[in-house]
């Protein structure tokens, strides 16, 4: 298809991988509750979501919310999602996914926004490490952007990939401004936490399907 070996993908995880809408939706929900806040539908936190997350909940509170607060909400959520991301599992096909562009002789590595010590086992639990050449979750704060983290993930892989032809597949708004910021392309997927009608204004292609998301990363790669 005219690619060589330094196309890259570099894959989100929660809700693009990793099939967590459930787990998220509910332990948004309990978040929620800790201040009184009616619970919200998928199709509303899709609707709603962005990052950095307190501004997600200002969209809710009609302002953002307080350090107590926010901290309060933060520490149920995570709480609330371990309990419950062990009923969760990949998102259909994306196993088969990761070992086809690997065995293709392309490169794939993962971030996400997910705390680095509990996506390592993760990942590791699901049978899938080996088709990345690197992984890294969050280190430091949850709430902020992807894109400086981006930027250190793409230093490690220095010499190994090169940015414009890279490619960032993930589920969120978030995941475009990372991609741009490094100077490599992004591909949304609409099965997590945008809605499509969110992801098109992005000005980037937004597929429905992870299958979708690698021809495009092909394409886009090529």
């Known amino acids: 298809m005219g690619m060589h070996a330094s196309a890259h ?47 997600f909940y200002e969209r809710l509170l009609g302002r953002l919310p307080t350090d107590a607060e926010w901290e309060l909400m933060d520490g149920v959520f995570h709480r609330y999602y371990t309990e419950h ?26 971030l996400s926004m997910y705390g680095h010590e509990d996506l390592v086992p993760l990942v590791r639990g699901f049978g899938i490490e080996a088709h990345f050449i690197r992984v890294d979750g969050r280190t430091g704060p949850s709430g902020g952007s992807k894109a400086e983290h981006m930027v250190r993930h793409l230093e490690a892989l220095t010499g190994a ?24 392309r992004a591909v949304l997927y609409t099965g997590g936490s945008h809605s499509r009608a969110s992801l098109e204004s992005i000005g980037v292609p937004v597929v429905d399907t992870l299958a979708e998301a690698v021809a495009e990363a092909r394409r886009l790669a090529a």
């Not at 009923?87 to 562009?101: K, M, S």
């Open 161 to 184: 990939v090169e940015p414009a032809r890279t490619v960032v597949i993930g589920d969120a708004a978030d995941d475009a401004v990372a991609a741009r910021h490094v100077g490599a």
């Open 9 to 55: 993908i570099v894959w989100d995880w929660n809700g693009t991988l990793f099939h967590d809408n459930d787990a998220i939706i509910g332990a948004t929900n309990a978040a929620f509750a800790e201040l009184g806040l009616e619970p919200i539908t998928l199709e509303q936190y899709r609707t709603l979501y962005c990052v950095p997350v307190p501004k």
């Open 85 to 110: 991301r062990v009923r969760c599992a990949l998102t259909d096909g994306a196993a088969d996914l990761l070992a086809g562009w690997r065995s293709a002789g392309h490169s794939q590595s993962l």
